[in-house]
């Protein structure tokens, strides 16, 4: 994939300020991934993405999809965790509905 020294790995705090798509993987070699409102993980056994809290997901080495020198996760929309549409790879969140009384 791609090589760990060339990549900008950011926080999961910085990930959530940005409020873009991100991923990233732990020890074991889950994925997961924030699609810029929640972060889920991508399960070994079935290969589905289920959603976690925040604090369950690894502190350091976010990776925004358009970061990555292959190309694979710039180029493939992330798939989106249980109960929630999919979102596009890149690009600034939607804006937030406005409440006018």
Do not use: K, N
């Amino acid at each position: 994939m791609c090589a760990a020294q060339e990549l900008p790995y950011h926080s999961r705090f910085q990930v959530v300020c940005d409020g873009t798509p991100a991923w990233a993987t732990d020890a074991r070699g889950a994925v997961y991934r924030f699609d810029g409102i929640v972060f889920s993980r991508r399960r070994l056994r079935d290969r589905t993405f289920h959603l976690v809290p925040s604090w369950q997901t690894p502190p350091y080495g976010w990776l925004h999809p358009s970061e990555c020198p292959c190309g694979v996760w710039g180029s493939a929309p992330l798939p989106a965790p249980a109960g929630h549409p999919a979102r596009a790879p890149a690009g600034p969140p939607a804006p937030a509905p406005s409440r006018a009384a």
